[in-house]
């Protein structure tokens, strides 16, 4: 029997698009499904929209990898493109002596990430950089940068689409099968009916362990489970105190309540988190009380007035609060056992800059 489809992507957000790009750019028949009534409708349009530099990821690992090589594609395909970017840079702060080995650790693993250009700053020279900030010392990032995400969407779409491609809305996907001659079936919801595709990578984010599970898989191999962290940010009215972004210490796996600067020059904080078991974007204001002496520990300039509730964004994560925090995991047919799908989970930071380079993983694991 003979597929409808060469390929299909699930999913339109940012990493889906790459991805489907990636597959149109090297001949296959791609169609990408999608949802919602809009691109990149979750986890692509509620983000930081920060360009990573690849500095606290552990080396060797898929974050690390994909995020540098990630940042050089990005970069190229905004210049080439006109989504709009500006590598604004970052400083990555201490406030208090005891954060000052810390700052150290990160740069070396920078380092081993083949991130070399980050720069050792005291405390008068990171405030001649911010005259906002406090702190007792900084690293500066030249290569972090910010991107204006749904801009890069609309390229992404473009690119698929002037490949042969095309991107389906409002087309709900909800089982995954197996057919007696190979090709999967993918019953979608509507009046669309079932149809079916040789090649499927699941580029679903927060639902991509939910339908992966609909699929019947050998013994040995069940998809990870996915769990929903909550992050709200909160914008600053007026100038920005800041042209860069400014990231305090991490806390573990979060990287605190950071500070970052839009592409027009807009200043919000955030994200915080807190783990939900549905998805839910309302805005809790009352929350901000409990961050704002974190906030002044690096912004003693902070003015209460001047914030006010800007978004939510929900990051799908491998692993609940206080577990170690696990690699990507993009699922071959060498784990999973199935021929011509790939899968992917917990795609979240940094996946908006390692976008373009998983696109071309995907299409070197399914060449394989």
């Not at 900084?138 to 698929?160: F, K, R, W």
């Not at 409002?170 to 919801?189: A, D, M, Q, S, W």
């Not at 999973?336 to 998983?358: C, D, K, M, N």
Request: hydrophobic share 40%; glycine share 12%; net charge negative.
């Amino acid at each position: 029997m003979s597929a409808d489809v060469e390929t299909i992507v699930v999913g339109a957000g940012v990493v889906g698009l790459a991805v489907a790009r990636a597959l149109s750019l090297a001949g296959h028949e791609t169609m990408v499904l999608e949802q919602h009534e809009l691109i990149g409708s979750e986890t692509s349009s509620r983000n930081s929209e920060v360009i990573h530099a690849g500095i606290y990821y552990p080396p060797g690992s898929l974050r690390a990898k994909l995020c540098v090589r990630g940042k050089e594609l990005l970069y190229a395909f905004c210049a080439e493109n006109g989504v709009a970017h500006r590598r604004c840079g970052k400083l990555l702060v201490a406030t208090n002596d005891s954060q000052v080995p810390k700052l150290a650790a990160i740069r070396e693993t920078a380092i081993q990430n083949g991130v070399t250009d980050l720069e050792p700053l005291g405390a008068e020279a990171a405030k001649a950089l911010e005259p906002e900030i406090r702190c007792v010392a900084a690293l500066l990032s030249p290569s972090t940068g910010i991107i204006d995400s749904h801009g890069l969407m609309l390229a992404l779409e473009g690119h698929i689409e002037a490949n042969g491609g095309l991107v389906v809305l409002r087309c709900p996907v909800e089982r995954l099968e197996r057919g007696e001659g190979g090709e999967f079936r993918l019953t979608t919801g509507g009046d669309r009916g079932p149809i079916t595709c040789r090649h499927l990578v699941v580029c679903a984010g927060l639902h991509a362990t939910k339908l992966a599970r609909t699929l019947t898989f050998g013994a040995g191999y069940r998809p990870p489970e996915t769990y929903f962290a909550k992050g709200q940010y909160y914008a600053v009215s007026g100038r920005s105190p800041f042209k860069r972004h400014i990231y305090p210490m991490p806390d573990g796996a979060w990287l605190g309540l950071h500070a970052t600067v839009d592409v027009g020059g807009r200043c919000k904080f955030g994200p915080d988190i807190a783990w939900i078991s549905e998805i839910d974007y309302g805005f809790e204001p009352q929350k901000l009380g409990q961050f704002l002496d974190f906030i002044r520990s690096y912004y003693p300039g902070l003015q209460i007035e001047h914030l006010h509730p800007d978004y939510t964004g929900i990051r799908p994560k491998l692993y609940r609060a206080g577990e170690p925090v696990p690699d990507f995991a993009i699922h071959g047919p060498q784990v999973h056992g199935q021929r011509g799908l790939v899968a992917l989970y917990g795609i979240e930071s940094p996946g908006l800059t390692a976008s373009l380079a998983i696109g071309e993983l995907v299409v070197g694991m399914l060449a394989d």
